[in-house]
T-cell receptor, first 108, second 113 residues
C-alpha cells in the first residue's frame, strides 16, 4: 500500500468553479500536511501547509485535514485560468511523502 | 537570494554516456534532495543529504551517485546513461528533514537516446 494516494485526474473545470483536490494516506503518524503547486515545466512550490486536523484558509484556497479518516483536501474557490497546474499533496512524519499529483485545467 | 539553481536546463545523452547534474542553494539549508519526476508517477527520491559529507539513498538510487562536499552544492552523477533515466530531475533543499518546506529548483529535463 502506498503511503500517499492521489487521484491523478486530469481535472478540467470552467472558470469560476469550485475545485476539490484530495489525497488519502495510510500512516497515522503524519503530522504536517502540505499542498504544492507545479506549473508546466517548473519546479513545485509550496502553496499551503497545515498542522494536524482542521481547516486553513488563504484567499481562495482552503486546506482541510481529517486525521480520523486519513484524508486531506484542497479547495479552490472561484477558480481562475492561472490556477491551471499540477497540485501535489505532501505530508511528513520522519521524511517527506509526495502524492503523484492532480493535473487541473481551468477553462476561460 | 537565488534559492535553488540547477544546470543544465536540458540535455540529450547517448546510451552509455555520463554526466553530472549541478545543484546549488544559497539558503544555508542542511538538507538537500534529488528527485526524478516521470509522467503520472509523481516525485521519486533518488538521494538525499543531511549535511556536507553525509549522503544516503532514497527510493530509486540505482544508476546514480552523489557527493556533498559543501553546504551549497549537491551534484548528481549519472554513469552509463540508460533510456530508463529519461526524466525530469529536481533538486530541492530544506532546513530540516521533515516538518519544513522543501524548496525546489527549476529542474533538468534529460533525454537518453
Amino acid at each position: 500500500q502506498k503511503e500517499v494516494e492521489q487521484d491523478p485526474g486530469p481535472l478540467s473545470v470552467p472558470e469560476g468553479a469550485i475545485v476539490s483536490l484530495n489525497c488519502t494516506y495510510s500512516n497515522s503518524a503524519f503530522q504536517y500536511f502540505m499542498w504544492y503547486r507545479q506549473y508546466s515545466r517548473k519546479g513545485p512550490e509550496l502553496l499551503m501547509y497545515t498542522y494536524s486536523s482542521g481547516n486553513k484558509e488563504d484567499g481562495r484556497f482552503t486546506a482541510q485535514v481529517d486525521k480520523s479518516s486519513k484524508y486531506i483536501s484542497l479547495f479552490i474557490r472561484d477558480s481562475q485560468p492561472s490556477d491551471s497546474a499540477t497540485y501535489l499533496c505532501a505530508m511528513t512524519g520522519n521524511q517527506f511523502y509526495f502524492g503523484t499529483g492532480t493535473s487541473l485545467t481551468v477553462i476561460p | 537570494n537565488a534559492g535553488v539553481t540547477q544546470t543544465p536546463k536540458f540535455r540529450i545523452l547517448k546510451i552509455g554516456q555520463s554526466m553530472t547534474l549541478q545543484c546549488t542553494q544559497d539558503m544555508n539549508h542542511n538538507y538537500m534532495y534529488w528527485y526524478r519526476q516521470d509522467p503520472g508517477m509523481g516525485l521519486k527520491l533518488i538521494y538525499y543529504s543531511v549535511g556536507a559529507g553525509i549522503t544516503d539513498k532514497g527510493e530509486v538510487p540505482n544508476g546514480y551517485n552523489v557527493s556533498r562536499s559543501t553546504t551549497e552544492d549537491f551534484p548528481l552523477r549519472l554513469e552509463l546513461a540508460a533510456p530508463s533515466q529519461t526524466s525530469v530531475y529536481f533538486c530541492a533543499s530544506s532546513y530540516s528533514r521533515s516538518y519544513n518546506e522543501q524548496f525546489f529548483g527549476p529542474g533538468t529535463r534529460l533525454t537518453v537516446l
